[in-house]
């Protein structure tokens, strides 16, 4: 018998749509459905006060590979932001990702060569040769006092973990440089779509059929019955119902504030670094357009221990959670026709570049 659609994608974020634009272009029959109200997962963004306001936390595209950068200027113009975070540590300003301003600011020193002293000073006192954890990891890139000012108090919030109980592997994202080079990325392209993420993903969708508030695990086997293969972006333990015990994510509340003011700090992203303030960055969304209005949108940060009916944002990549995913992972290889993709269902801190990459790389392996 054969069914109405080739695939069903569940997930309306980047990986489904992905794949929903390449597999409609190679002539399949899809169709996308997502729980929520929208499309664009967690890059979804909604205009208030003429401001994209990114709802489930910034987003900042960035990447190395020209086959995605093409990829996606082809459903958006990307203006030319560049991420330049700033760090407030009770009061006191720093620049990032960790570069001669910051190292200047921090120790009064003028040149590479007295930055890189200063570092492998603290990191010989700190008698550390071979990074076991973050808190190894990151004093060894930047020193004592970095750590302590700057990566500390963030990553325990954050994460909610003291850092010696976290992978190496999460600071590893932020570049250090002997340079006056305020770009957070190392990426070769970068920028914001202009006019948001979700027209973006309205662009790639354009042509495809879209279910919204539609919950695939509570309505599993009517809509199974619908197509011949899943692609499933949810998350891999609730896809199983949780069977072998849950994964843990970190979860993400924003408070979001509209000001009468046009500009309340200044950047589009303030840390606060120190572990007493609660929250852990200030967005103020205008400035990833440059935007000139009136008023301005700033959104609170505040992380927090992911629990049953929370939305999850973060995997949390230790250890422990590795075994249960590989567990979950091997299941998921005995569901022929399901495939899982995405942060979620991959259990995995992809960026957004990865995400595309690799729904393209699955797309040429099944779109044939
Ligand atoms: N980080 C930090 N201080 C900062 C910013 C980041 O220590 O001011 C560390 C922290 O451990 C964080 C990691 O770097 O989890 C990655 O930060 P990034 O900003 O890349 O994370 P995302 O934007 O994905 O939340």
Same mark, same amino acid.
């Given at each position: 018998?054969? =069914? ?8 309306? !974020? ?13 002539? %399949? ?11 664009? /997962? ?47 540590? =009770? *009061? ?12 200047? =600011? ?7 060569? +007295?930055?890189?002293?200063?570092? +492998? ?5 700190? !008698? ?14 930047? /020193? ?6 700057? $990566? %500390? *108090?963030? &990553?325990?919030?954050?994460? *909610?973990?003291?850092?010696?109980? @976290? ?13 006056? #080079? ?5 990426? @070769? ?5 202009? /006019? !948001? ?22 309505? %599993?086997?009517?809509? #199974? ?5 899943? $692609?499933? &972006? ?6 199983? *119902?949780? =069977? ?15 000001? #009468? ?15 007493? &303030?609660?929250?852990?960055? $200030? $967005? ?33 990549? #230790?250890?422990?959670? /590795?075994? @249960?995913?590989? %567990? ?12 899982? !993709?995405?942060? @979620? ?20 392996? +099944?779109?044939?």
């Amino acid at each position: 018998m054969t =069914k109405k659609y080739d695939y069903l994608i569940v997930g309306a !974020g980047l990986f489904g749509a992905v794949f929903a634009q390449q597999a409609k272009k190679n002539g %399949k029959k899809v169709l996308v459905i997502d729980k929520r109200d929208s499309v664009a /997962g967690n890059i979804y963004t909604e205009e208030v006060e003429g401001i994209n306001v990114h709802k489930y936390g910034a987003h900042i595209f960035h990447t190395n590979d020209k086959e995605v950068w093409d990829f996606v200027n082809s459903f958006a113009t990307f203006n030319r932001y560049t991420n330049s975070p700033v760090a407030n540590y =009770k *009061g006191e300003l720093y620049s990032l990702p960790f570069n001669m301003y910051t190292f200047n =600011k921090m120790w009064g020193v003028v040149t590479p060569e +007295e930055a890189a002293q200063k570092i +492998e000073e603290q990191k010989k006192s700190a !008698g550390i040769t071979e990074p076991k954890n973050l808190e190894e990891q990151a004093i060894s890139l930047v /020193g004592t006092d970095i750590y302590e000012k700057l $990566i %500390k *108090g963030y &990553t325990q919030k954050q994460w *909610g973990r003291p850092c010696t109980e @976290l992978p190496s592997f999460i600071i590893k994202r932020l570049p250090v440089r002997l340079t006056f #080079d305020n770009n957070y990325f190392n990426a @070769l392209y970068q920028g914001i779509p202009m /006019g !948001g993420y979700t027209k973006m993903v309205e662009n790639m969708l354009d042509g495809v059929e879209v279910k919204l508030g539609c919950d695939y695990l509570k309505n %599993k086997s009517e809509l #199974d019955a619908l197509a011949n293969k899943v $692609i499933y &972006t949810g998350a891999i333990d609730a896809y199983f *119902g949780y =069977k072998l015990g849950a994964l843990e994510y970190r979860s993400v509340r924003f408070e979001t504030e509209i000001l #009468d003011k046009p500009n309340y700090q200044g950047n589009a992203v303030v840390n606060y670094t120190d572990a007493e &303030t609660p929250f852990t960055r $200030i $967005i103020e969304h205008k400035f990833f357009e440059f935007g000139t209005q009136p008023k301005t949108v700033i959104s609170r940060e505040y992380s927090s221990e992911w629990k049953l009916g929370d939305e999850p944002y973060y995997p949390v990549n #230790d250890e422990k959670n /590795g075994n @249960l995913y590989a %567990k979950y992972k091997s299941l998921a290889e005995k569901e022929k026709s399901v495939i899982f !993709g995405g942060r @979620l269902g991959e259990y995995k801190y992809y960026d957004m570049d990865a995400v595309i990459a690799s729904a393209l790389a699955l797309c040429k392996k +099944e779109l044939v």
